[in-house]
């Protein structure tokens, strides 16, 4: 069975860093697509980052710069770095694994197929 957990989350000052944990099991990191996405009240859920299958990590261009991954392979742990944060970076976080194998990777939402429950961060100005 996969599970997805994801923490860290909380409130912070604009301009203040956060680090999100995706915590998995019953997936390796580097062997299956794992992401990260947002969303905000009354905004659809969007992709931020992922690595792929291939240990490659891949950033929408929106998200470039602000955030970074990082991972634990011995605890399959993906890591979410967040700096210089904004009110405008208030949303729910979640984690998203694809458990399928695919040659090629997708930030829409429907290609991941477990979710976690997600983690709120609130960002005040």
């Not at 947002?38 to 905004?43: D, E, L, S, T």
């Not at 299958?53 to 605890?75: E, V, W």
């Amino acid at each position: 069975q996969v599970t997805v957990m994801e923490s860290g989350g909380g409130s912070v000052q604009a301009g203040g860093p956060l680090v999100l944990s995706c915590t998995t099991s019953g997936v390796a990191i580097n062997r299956h697509h794992i992401a990260w996405f947002r969303q905000a009240p009354g905004k659809e859920r969007e992709g931020i980052a992922l690595i792929d299958s291939s240990g490659i990590k891949r950033y929408t261009d929106s998200m470039k710069g602000a955030f970074t991954l990082s991972q634990d392979n011995d605890n399959n742990i993906l890591y979410l770095h967040m700096n210089s944060l904004k009110p405008d970076d208030t949303a729910m976080y979640y984690c998203a694994v694809r458990t399928r194998f695919a040659a090629y990777y997708s930030f829409q939402p429907s290609f991941f197929d477990v979710w976690g429950q997600g983690t709120q961060v609130t960002v005040s100005s």
